[in-house]
């Protein structure tokens, strides 16, 4: 998420843990100690793009990272302040610990993926729920942080902004679960068998979800507003299987975009080359453009060169009617430019490589 979120969630999170005995302190050390976990960014800037992906997110986003730092920060945070004895070491202690695990647990409800299990294991994890940013999760739990600070010895103002906003997330991701169930409902319904599907959250608000769903041949690719749901309007893209895509993956940079995209790529063949897509930020129907993707070079006789950074599409959802205006339709209406399901089903699967 981003930092102001994570700030005002560490800080809710540190004064309801602590804000008899701290009080003020703890929201101000709770949201430093919330937005703590994303310096990663800073010696990820020494590398390459994919270096950033695979660094970002990382062990400071680790489950473990909270219970070995926090307590660390919490002493110095109590030697700083010298007063107190040890139920105020303790407050501390608790508080910081618990502001620096609320980071990772909130990065879990966005599709980006969150490493946190290292240094065991960098699988990455995430929760399909909400988009990096969302202001009426934010608002929720500023509203929580003012009322704190006006009244630091009062619990209530920072446990009724977590049960909202905890509220908030779940809702979001019942959302994301409905709307995947949706597809498939229609998609069965259409004729479309043996078909994996993905919803994922657009930015600003929780109801407007982009769909992915892949056959054995083809990616189709639509949207639902979760708020009124239509029939998805679907469009069609054949996937790639071929030995650029094979060379693609065997490449480092292949390796880890793949696994930061948690096997969420869609392949486009260029002339010389191949457009790889994270299909869980994409912007528009067509599949092969998105927030992060890659672009692979081949010689003459079909070796591969190089793989870069394609650097980032924006999205083009204020461009074309707006995005709360697609995320809040008056009523359903008809698309006459989707491909037929049916037809995308009848066509020839090719197994991707």
Known sequence: MDPVSQAALGAVVAHAAAHRTLGVRALAMGAAAGAMPDLDVLWSLSGDAFDQMRMHRGITHSLFFAPVVGPLLGYLAWRVERRGGTDRLRAWVVALTL?????????????????LLLPFSDARFAIW????????????????????????????ASVIA?????????????????AEDAARTQLRAEGVEHVEVAAFPTFLQVHYRRV???????????FVSMWRPCPIAWSAAPRLADDSVAAWRDSREGRIFEWFAMGWVHHVPTDGGLVSADLRYGFSTDPGISAFSTVAEFDEGGDLVRVSDAGRAR???????????????????????????????????????
């Open 99 to 115: 502001a620096l695990l609320s980071h990772p647990l909130l990065d879990l409800t966005t599709p980006y993926g969150t490493q």
């Open 129 to 156: 729920a909400m988009s990096i940013i969302d202001p009426a999760y934010t608002v929720v739990l500023l509203a929580g942080v003012v009322v704190a600070w006006r009244r630091p010895h009062w619990r209530p």
């Open 162 to 178: 977590l049960g909202v906003s905890t509220a908030y997330v779940a809702y979001a991701w019942y959302l994301n679960e409905a």
């Open 212 to 222: 992915v769903a892949r056959t054995d041949g083809e990616v189709l690719t639509g």
């Open 315 to 353: 999205p083009d959802f204020f461009g074309r009617g707006g995005l709360l205006a697609s995320a809040y339709p008056e009523s359903c209406q008809a698309v006459s430019s989707a491909t037929p399901v049916q037809q995308i089903a009848a066509r020839p699967a090719a197994t991707e490589a």
